[in-house]
């Protein structure tokens, strides 16, 4: 059976401020069987520690991806040329109880990781990725990560709770889903609870690049090098729009000043460009303190450049 090559809905056929509420406006599918990539989201917020919101995540981006057009000029990428793509929808997690809303979405993408789709997530708070962590491993094996973000996410509890939205990446440590040697954690910064809050990741044997590293330069260079350490193993990029500068990304629930520029973002992931990446998400977008909506638009674009760098996408020469 050929696969069905679906394109967004352009604006040459319907107003980009009209038609379907889906990622880039593409056909909504009920499942991921017979696509190579899809868009889904998690509505989850009962994991932020200090301002709530980023429920409204997934939908915000997609609202703000009507702008979207499916070529990627500066990369020449052309993911809709070789991929079949849709939107497959929301998880529909239990948003009155954390604990209770992990095994949902781990069998909300065990489902979707039986078919051979690559699903990029539309967050939510960063306490989805461990779930969605757990699901990759059972099917992939301990996998790399490109983890973006202002804060390392390793805290063991928060207020006595092992499950929130900063202690998925210990927890995936604890459980195996990760081969640390292949875990970079880029744009880490801010005040800390102890002198030693970055250094548990190191002895994981992650590489940290604080933001500091990052300020006034191009990050090509660096990710030359994760892209060495990845090798060819599973990769999973995990995206907290927290690791941009709140100057560029205001909408989010725990804003650290000094943060990466959006063309340094724009750097990394198109960085990743020839790793086997598995799947990715972009998440902590909280629309309510996002008046102007950049927060959300920046989002859908991090999302549309990681579709750009899957495996099997067609470069236009
Ligand atoms: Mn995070
Ligand atoms: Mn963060």
Aim: proline fraction near 7%.
């Amino acid at each position: 059976m050929s696969k069905t090559l679906h394109q967004p809905l352009g604006g040459n056929q319907m107003p980009r401020f009209a038609g379907p509420g889906t990622m880039m406006r593409l056909p909504a599918k009920e499942s991921a069987a017979g696509l190579d990539a899809c868009f889904v989201g998690v509505p989850l917020d009962i994991g932020t520690s200090n301002r709530s919101g980023a429920r409204f995540g997934p939908r915000s981006i997609r609202n703000e991806s009507v702008l979207l057009r499916p070529y990627n000029m500066a990369t020449r990428a052309a993911p809709f040329d070789s991929l079949s793509v849709a939107d497959i929808g929301d998880v529909a997690i239990n948003t009155f109880n954390l604990q209770k809303s992990m095994p949902i979405i781990e069998a909300a993408y065990d489902e979707i990781l039986s078919h051979d789709v690559i699903p990029l997530t539309l967050g939510g708070d960063h306490t989805i990725v461990l779930p969605i962590l757990r699901a990759m491993a059972k099917k992939y094996g301990p996998v790399g990560v490109v983890h973006i973000d202002a804060h390392t996410d390793i805290n063991d509890h928060m207020f006595g709770e092992e499950i929130a939205h900063g202690t998925p990446f210990r927890r995936a440590v604890e459980e195996g889903l990760l081969d640390c040697k292949r875990v970079v954690q880029i744009g880490v910064r801010g005040t800390g609870y102890a002198a030693d809050d970055f250094d548990w990741s190191a002895e994981q044997g992650f590489r940290v690049v604080q933001a500091e590293e990052c300020w006034h330069k191009s990050l090509v260079p660096l990710m030359a090098e994760v892209r060495e350490q990845m090798g060819d193993g599973p990769v999973y990029i995990s995206f907290d729009i927290d690791g941009l500068d709140p100057a560029f990304a205001p909408g989010t629930g725990t804003p650290e000043v000094g943060g990466l520029t959006i063309y340094q973002g724009l750097e990394i992931i198109r960085g990743c460009r020839g790793m086997t990446v598995i799947g990715g998400d972009l998440v902590e977008v909280a629309p309510p303190y996002d008046p102007s909506g950049n927060t959300s638009l920046t989002g859908a674009n991090l999302l549309y450049e990681m579709l750009c760098v899957l495996p099997g996408v067609k470069y236009r020469s």
